[in-house]
């Protein structure tokens, strides 16, 4: 486990302004490398990173069949309940999320298990909601592939995912942090925000890969391959980090990708 620090200065950030975000993303907890004392492993390494706010940045449950050892979101939540930022801690939703709350309680509908879970322990979960906080708009969508594929087809998801009300909640003056697990929005972004109110996009979901040699992961979770796989991307004067993660999906395997936590600090 270890941190990767990105200094972003994104256009429209204002002047002088400095913020550091700590992003947790993808923990998947669950054996064989992701039990209980790995969660609090990567929480005791987030709060010594000093940032003004963490972001949970959504999968917090294994869903794969390799697990040797379950680790239900009621047993993470109170471990991730320890983190502490002077900003706070906001989480949002990846599709594992919603695909175990789906399996567990048959229900297509919120809040999650993880939604309860969380504010159980009084984790504020921003499903397609905006908050104002120390200045800057924090939108929390929700997972653009929360309903798993129909008919084989690897496109074809049914989001929970509310872009237009997410931004409609932007009722006042500042910039805007979009926390998307996945990143794919991020291509849109141009139709969605036109003004550029959104300076910066935070997403984890693609594991950087997972699996990766060098420049080159072989299976990336994204419409767009390996455009948004992993790190830093710059387009259209638009700025995107998305974080390696901590855990897996699929397999408990890992390759050249190892587990972050992710800073992101803002001047
Ligand atoms: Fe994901």
Known sequence: MRVQTWAVQPKG????RKMRLV????LHAGGPNMD????????????????????????YRATHGWQTR?????????????LRAPLG????????????????????????????????????????????VGGVWLLGLDSQSANQRRGGDPNDWVGKS???????????????????????????????????????????????????FGPWAPVVP???????????????GRDLVVSGGLGCSGMPVRFGVPPEITVVDLS
């Open 13 to 16: 950030w204002p002047r002088g």
């Open 23 to 26: 992003m947790v993303a993808d």
């Open 36 to 59: 209980e004392g790995r969660v609090q492993q990567a929480v005791d390494l987030a709060n010594a990173q000093g940032g003004d706010m963490i972001l949970l940045m959504g999968d």
């Open 70 to 82: 379950r680790v239900p979101i009621e047993v993470a939540a109170p471990i991730l309940a320890e």
């Open 89 to 132: 801690v906001h989480a949002v939703l990846g599709n594992h999320d919603w695909w175990d709350h789906i399996r567990k309680t048959g229900s297509r509908k919120g809040p999650t298990l993880t939604q309860k879970a969380f504010e159980a322990v009084g984790i504020p979960v921003l499903a397609n909601q905006a908050v104002q």
């Open 162 to 212: 509310d872009i237009k009300a997410t931004l409609a909640q932007m009722t006042g003056d500042g910039p805007a942090v979009l926390l998307a697990h996945e990143p794919d929005i991020f291509a849109d972004l141009a139709q969605h925000d036109p003004e550029a109110r959104i300076v910066l996009t935070l997403s984890g979901h693609t594991h950087g890969g997972q699996v990766r």
């Open 222 to 236: 994204s419409q767009y391959g390996g455009r948004f796989a992993y790190g830093w991307v710059q387009e259209g």
